[in-house]
């Protein structure tokens, strides 16, 4: 029997880092509220890091989300920082939109409840947002899965099938994250890859950039959403629709070439 590789899926170690450090934050401060919106809509658009309240009361509403963190007066730990609480597991978790394989080898999906894909942390001074961080927490979006057998022995699992379907949108996610951060804030930028896997060049072969590799190639959602059969489409996708200026992004960049 095929193997099922969200079996072979693990939490805990840290595969990867984007670090986000604000040295400006007078722009976000006197547009917080469309700051939430796009961070909610860019979440929810791709299913990745949602925050606390999407899992919590079971709904992607964008109105009531928007509203209930807009009444916040800790609007930034609310939206970036909290977690939220699995009774099934009795602990905090990120929860992420993830297809998986059931025990009858049928893809499907579902917010996971089970793994742990993410650690936030993020430097907060009152209103002010310092400095955000985002760790990968699991193996699940990496399409070749390095394992053991009974024997000991070092073996791989292919994951690409359901990587097409989950790295693809976390991606987006990261590549859309970071142009609105820099979009509210004069920043900088870091990525870590803390996982190094390389081929015989020294090329790494999980990553490129601050992106993700799907059988050495970094693909995006939209690069595959029309393809794929209906029952594997992440819907609020097509959706949410969220215009973002990526001019500061682009000179960031163009400065560290």
Known sequence: MENISNEYWIDGELFAAWGYYFKDNNYLKENIQLFVDKYLSIAIKYGINLPSLVAENNTFDMSFLKRKYNKSNEVFIDLLLKKSYSDKFDKYITTSFIFFKNDKNEIIGSINEELEFFAKIADINGIFLESYYIGLRTNAFFSLLETRNSNGEEVFIDNSELAYLNT???NSYIRDL???IF???DNEFAFSDEYPINDENGKSELYDGIYLLIKGQVLFYEDIYEF???EHKYKPFEEIQVELDNTNYKKYLE???
């Open 255 to 257: 400065s560290n070439r």
């Open 228 to 230: 794929l059969p209906e």
């Open 168 to 170: 693809t949108r976390l």
């Open 178 to 180: 970071t142009i609105l």
């Open 183 to 185: 979009e509210f804030c």
